[in-house]
């Protein structure tokens, strides 16, 4: 999995690509400690393949971070194989998801 980070001001936006798996879902916890003061964490999955459990213990983390900093929470561009894993965990009623189809060019 490869992550990039843009950063405007107090606005973060984390890109994913890839297999979010046991191996490599430690990367985004990572670029999250990092973070010590946000508006807003937004997690694009546009190019993100594949998430296992681990990966969704990560979102999990980054949202409670997200919430700790009092920042906007969402993740976007979520492509259909990964959301159909939030939905039958039953996180999308938590946390701001926005599936690939509904977003605007």
Same mark, same amino acid.
């Given at each position: 999995? /490869?992550?990039? !980070?843009? %950063?405007?001001?107090?606005?973060?936006?984390?890109?994913? @690509? *890839?297999?979010?798996? /046991?191996?490599?879902?430690? @990367?985004? *916890? =990572?670029?999250?400690?990092?973070?010590?003061?946000?508006?807003?964490?937004?997690?694009? &999955?546009?190019?993100?393949?594949?998430?296992?459990?681990?990966? $969704?213990?990560?979102?999990?983390? =980054?949202? %409670?971070? =997200?919430?700790?900093?009092? @920042?906007? &929470?969402? !993740?976007?561009?979520? *492509?259909?194989? !990964?959301?159909?894993? &939030?939905? $039958?965990?039953?996180?999308?009623?938590?946390?701001?998801?926005?599936?690939?189809?509904?977003?605007?060019?």
């Amino acid at each position: 999995m /490869t992550i990039t !980070v843009e %950063k405007n001001n107090l606005d973060f936006i984390i890109h994913t @690509a *890839g297999w979010m798996n /046991t191996e490599s879902a430690p @990367a985004l *916890g =990572a670029e999250m400690e990092k973070i010590t003061e946000a508006e807003s964490i937004v997690l694009d &999955f546009r190019e993100l393949e594949y998430i296992s459990s681990s990966g $969704l213990r990560q979102v999990v983390s =980054a949202y %409670k971070k =997200a919430m700790t900093l009092e @920042a906007d &929470f969402s !993740v976007i561009n979520v *492509g259909s194989d !990964v959301l159909e894993i &939030f939905r $039958l965990t039953n996180l999308d009623s938590r946390i701001h998801i926005l599936p690939l189809s509904e977003q605007a060019d």
